[in-house]
C-alpha cells in the first residue's frame, strides 16, 4: 500500500493520462510493488538514453507495463546488445521498442 500512490504519482509525472495509469496498473497489478528508485527510475531513465523520448516512454509502458519489471542486466541491455550485433542503430532499436516493447522480454 505504501507503494501505491507514490507509483500511481510517479507514472502520472512521466506523462500519463488518466485512462493510461489504470490501464498500465489493470494489465499489470504488480507493477505497484516495485521499487521507484530501485526498479522503475532506473528502467526508464535507461530506456531515455537509448534515445526514447518522454513521450515515447509512457506509451512504451501503457503497451507492455510488464517492461518495468524487466532486470536491466538479466534481459534489458543483453537484449539490445544482441539487437545492436544484429544490425540496428540506437534510433532504429528505440523505434523497434515502441512498436513492439515486449521484444525486451525475448
Known amino acids: 500500500e505504501q507503494n501505491l500512490k507514490p507509483?500511481?504519482?510517479?507514472?502520472?509525472t512521466l506523462g500519463m493520462n488518466k485512462?493510461?495509469?489504470?490501464?498500465?496498473i489493470l494489465t499489470f497489478p504488480q507493477l505497484l510493488s516495485f521499487s521507484l528508485e530501485q526498479n522503475l527510475k532506473?528502467?526508464?531513465?535507461?530506456?531515455?538514453?537509448l534515445g526514447m523520448n518522454k513521450t515515447q516512454v509512457p506509451k512504451a509502458i501503457v503497451k507492455f507495463p510488464q517492461l518495468l519489471s524487466l532486470s536491466l542486466?538479466?534481459?534489458?541491455?543483453?537484449?539490445?546488445q544482441w539487437l545492436v550485433a544484429a544490425g540496428m542503430n540506437k534510433a532504429q532499436v528505440a523505434?523497434?521498442?515502441l512498436t513492439f516493447p515486449q521484444l525486451l522480454s525475448l
Open 42 to 49: 532506473p528502467t526508464v531513465q535507461w530506456l531515455v538514453t
Open 73 to 80: 542486466e538479466q534481459n534489458l541491455k543483453p537484449t539490445v
Open 7 to 12: 507509483t500511481v504519482q510517479w507514472l502520472v
Open 95 to 97: 523505434k523497434a521498442i
Open 19 to 24: 485512462t493510461q495509469v489504470p490501464k498500465a
